[in-house]
Structures are given as C-alpha cells and as structure tokens.
C-alpha cells in the first residue's frame, strides 16, 4: 500500500507561482510512476503531468512550458511547481501513482491516489 498526501495549495493572483508537493509512504517509491492530476468545479477529473521511473516527463498541453513536474526518490516525493497561472488553473490537484508504465496520462492506470489540494487563482 502507498499513501499519498498533498501539500502547498493556496490562494494566488493570476500570473504567480505556486509549488505543489506530494509525500508518498511506503519504501518502492522510485518504483512507481507519479502524476498529478485536477479537477474543477463542474468537470471531470483531467491529467496534468506525470514523471516516470526513468525520470520521463509528460504534460497536458494546457500547461506545456508553465508546470514542471520532478521527483526525489530520496524523499519519497514529488513536486509540481505551477508558474504563470491563470484563472483557469483554479481546481482540486491530486497526486496519483502507479506501477504501471503505460496510459500514464490516463486515469484508471494509477492505484493509488491523494485526497486533493485546492488551489485557486484570482484574476
């Protein structure tokens, strides 16, 4: 089993940074490909980046060149640091993790999952 909590959501004004964090139990974390995905009011949940074990990243194009997802093995965490955000960024973001290296940008390829941090950007 593997427990994921989020941390570092907050309150920002459109065009700031914020740095997410994701802290993860269990000792096979460098095992396991991590993700970060979000939900806003009204929508589904949508795929936001994900690093592999080979240290691979991958980014939905509506935050290409803004987010920048990293991992320490070391700490059993990873991080989603959010630059330029936009009023549209405004959401619930989870941390998700798999054994799987596939589908990484799909839902129902991750077992495990946090329980959310709210951020909110003002315009």
């Known amino acids: 089993q593997v427990q994921l909590v989020e941390s570092g959501g907050g309150l920002v004004q459109a065009g700031a940074s914020l740095r997410l964090s994701c802290a993860a139990s269990?000792?096979?974390?460098?095992?396991?490909?991590m993700a970060w995905f979000r939900q806003a009011p009204g929508k589904e949940r949508e795929f936001v980046a994900a690093i592999d074990v080979y240290w691979g990243t991958y980014y939905a194009d509506s935050v290409k060149g803004r987010f920048t997802i990293s991992r320490d093995n070391a700490k059993n965490t990873v991080d989603l640091q959010m630059n330029n955000l936009e009023p549209e960024d405004t959401a619930v973001y989870y941390c998700?993790?798999?054994?799987?290296?596939?589908?990484?940008?799909?839902?129902?390829?991750?077992?495990?999952w946090g329980r959310g941090t709210q951020v909110t950007v003002s315009s």
């Open positions: 269990g000792r096979t974390f460098s095992s396991y490909a």
């Open positions: 998700a993790g798999t054994v799987s290296s596939r589908n990484l940008q799909r839902m129902f390829a991750y077992d495990y």
